[in-house]
């Protein structure tokens, strides 16, 4: 499967706000633990492996996805998750989250 995401904050000179991420390109992964946050990704290869995501900016870019693979959520992630998931019990007619 090839995974495509940009979910990177746009700059914002006006603010002085400019988004740290840091650039990953061209290698392969098997078996790892994947930090997603603050990263880009381009042109990766993942082999079983586990992303572990709290919340912040990522993307992916032609980066390709073998095998299993796990997502593990932490820290604000996993908190916006657990508030979803209460929401689900009360209201069946929300949409189920992707996760």
Not at 6 to 26: F, L, R, T, W
Not at 34 to 41: F, G, M, P, S
Not at 66 to 76: D, N, Q, R, V
């Amino acid at each position: 499967m090839i995974l495509t995401l940009n979910c990177i904050d746009s700059p914002a000179p006006e603010k002085h706000y400019q988004p740290e991420v840091s650039m990953v390109q061209g290698e392969t992964f098997e078996t790892k633990r994947i930090h997603v946050d603050n990263y880009q990704y381009k042109n990766c290869r993942f082999v079983n492996c586990t992303f572990v995501y709290s919340g912040g900016p990522f993307g992916f870019l032609d980066c390709e996805l073998e095998g299993s693979f796990y997502l593990s959520l932490t820290g604000a992630a996993r908190r916006a998750s657990e508030l979803w998931q209460v929401f689900l019990e009360y209201d069946k007619t929300l949409p189920k989250p992707l996760w």
